[in-house]
């Protein structure tokens, strides 16, 4: 079953809001990450989380926290967003960071901060 | 500087024509590439992968990858409406953790 599950699939948060973006999978990756996409552009990516540790930051801004809570599990926490953050959040995972293999991506969260 | 570039378009064919999009990527020791179809408003979806020089196909979707030209691509036979989407080519170099993506080929398969 390759699938990847993210909810919720849409989310509208005022700047001072603090919300949660959950992202699930169920094919035993070990590697999970998270990508923003704004239109008309491809995505871009956020973090890595390897074996439930987080090994990359793309220099995200800490109004952006990730968490792993299990090897299935990714979050993606939001405090004090702007509306320049407002997009397309994809979770996506691999088999392994750092491997050949094909990343999978979830069904996104459209996010709009107002 | 890893890139990877495509031509934005759009590319449009007609109804049971082959499509062909194309993709050339900077970093030599790139190794795998893959082509994601994205529909608009949603997530990318992966459609082919592709490691060795050569062609891979399966279905209406051939892949392409020439390693010396660094040069990848995606021909699509008897196009469908149902195509028409937003193609995305991604390398990723050995030990990456990330996809380097390009910017989107735009298809749209005219009736």
């Known amino acids: 079953d390759t699938e990847v599950t993210q909810t919720p699939k849409h989310l509208v948060m005022g700047m001072t809001n603090k919300k949660s973006l959950k992202c699930e999978q169920h094919m035993g990756h070990r590697a999970m990450y998270w990508y923003k996409q704004k239109a008309k552009k491809p995505p871009e990516l956020m973090f890595v989380y390897s074996y439930e540790k987080l090994s990359i930051n793309e220099s995200v801004p800490s109004r952006f926290s990730p968490e792993c809570p299990n090897s299935s599990l990714l979050n993606l926490h939001l405090h004090a967003l702007q509306p320049e953050d407002s997009a397309l959040y994809l979770c996506?995972?691999?088999?392994?960071?750092?491997?050949?293999?094909?990343?999978?991506f979830g069904p996104g969260t459209r996010l709009t901060v107002l | 500087q890893k890139e990877v570039e495509q031509n934005s378009g759009p590319l449009s064919v007609p109804e049971g024509a082959i499509a062909s999009l194309n993709c050339t990527y900077s970093d030599r020791v790139s190794q795998s590439f893959f082509w994601y179809r994205q529909y608009s408003g949603k997530s990318p979806e992966l459609i082919m992968s592709i490691y060795s020089n050569g062609d891979k196909e399966d279905g209406r979707f051939t892949a392409q990858l020439n390693k010396a030209s660094q040069y990848v691509s995606l021909l699509i036979r008897d196009s469908q409406p149902s195509d028409s989407a937003t193609y995305l080519c991604a390398a990723k170099p050995p030990g990456a953790n990330n996809l380097f993506f390009g910017t989107g080929t735009r298809l749209t398969v005219i009736p």
């Open positions: 996506a995972s691999s088999q392994i960071a750092g491997g050949p293999g094909e990343q999978f």
